[in-house]
């Protein structure tokens, strides 16, 4: 395994087989994980560069992936920009100081990501040192929407009814708090290549949330803007642009940038792929699919090779992230097969 084959599946250039990794294939579904975690918070693992470059390594040893990605969170910047950043068990995520009004906006601090999440950058660095050329390193950011949902709800929601009261009614104060996210997801992302990122991946995990008219004029901007600063940094490392419940977005996400769309299992990867000329395709297996039988998993996995059809450009993963009751050998079964069936084929 080398970090050329998984670089080139994003540039959508041929490779002897696909390459695939998995969301959030670090963290508790893995019991060498859980031992870790028993001791430590996620903050605290997170502002460890040691301990965060362990755990980033677990599952590339266990389960063979093509790709490691670093372990943090999509918050941490929350908490240097001054909104207060806590997770407690059972209810994820907690923002202390929720974004409401245009004062708010104001009071964020502007984010320096080489000295605020310096200890991002010592991980990445560390992590490389420690696979070297063998595997490539993903770092990664959330997108403005998706970070603007968090920080506005104070928290996870399912109805983004706080997030779009303030975009209604108060615009001017939207594109304000989007604009100051841009910049600095923009920054941190330029930051993260500069440690030694091979690749990057944008999560607008909640962008399904909008309508396409809404993303294109409440989302799109700032999602470009971030990675037009991210890319700024760097020619060579491919942006991977993921996002959940997206059918009706996929061509502005594309246009928003990466050089891979995320996608998941709501779409046939087919449907995807031919609504977006020239871009690679990650995804698209259900999460929950490893929770059934075996022979269920197995014919899913086919299915989704089966629509990659062979073609260059497909990254094998997940439609979104491990769930925390998923068996790791299930994980490891999907990686062999994938690498095994899409080898034959060619
Ligand atoms: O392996 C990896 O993917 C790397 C690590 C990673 C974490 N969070 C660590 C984490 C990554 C890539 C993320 C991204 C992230 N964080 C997203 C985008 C991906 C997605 O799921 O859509 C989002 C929305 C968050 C915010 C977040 N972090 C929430 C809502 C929660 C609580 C819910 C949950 O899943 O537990 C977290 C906590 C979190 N981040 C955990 C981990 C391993 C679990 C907490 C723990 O160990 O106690």
Known sequence: MSAELFLKACFNQPTEYTPVWFMRQAGRYLPEYRAIRSKLSLLEICRRPEVACEVTLQPVERLGVDAAILFADILLPFEPMGLGLSFRRGEGPVIERPIRKAEDVRRLRDLDPKSDLGYVMETIRLVRHRLGERTPLIGFAGAPFTLASYAVEGGSTRSFVQTKTLMYSDPETWHALMDKLAVAVGRYLACQIEAGAQALQLFDSWAGALSPDDYRRYALPYTAKALALARKANRNAPIIHFGTG?????????????????????????????????????????????????????????????????????????????????????????????????????
């Open 246 to 346: 997206t059918s009706s977005l996929l061509e502005l996400m594309a246009e928003a940038g990466g050089e891979v769309i995320g996608i998941d299992w709501r779409i046939p990867l087919d449907q995807a792929r031919s609504r977006l000329p020239g871009k690679a395709i990650q995804g698209n297996l259900d999460p929950c699919a490893l929770l059934g039988s075996v022979e269920e998993l197995e014919s899913q996995v086919l299915a989704v090779l089966r629509r990659a059809g062979g073609q260059p450009g497909h990254i094998f993963n997940l439609g979104h992230g491990v769930l925390p009751q998923t068996d790791p050998d299930r994980l490891r079964r999907v990686v062999d097969l994938v690498h095994e069936r899409s080898a034959a084929r060619v």
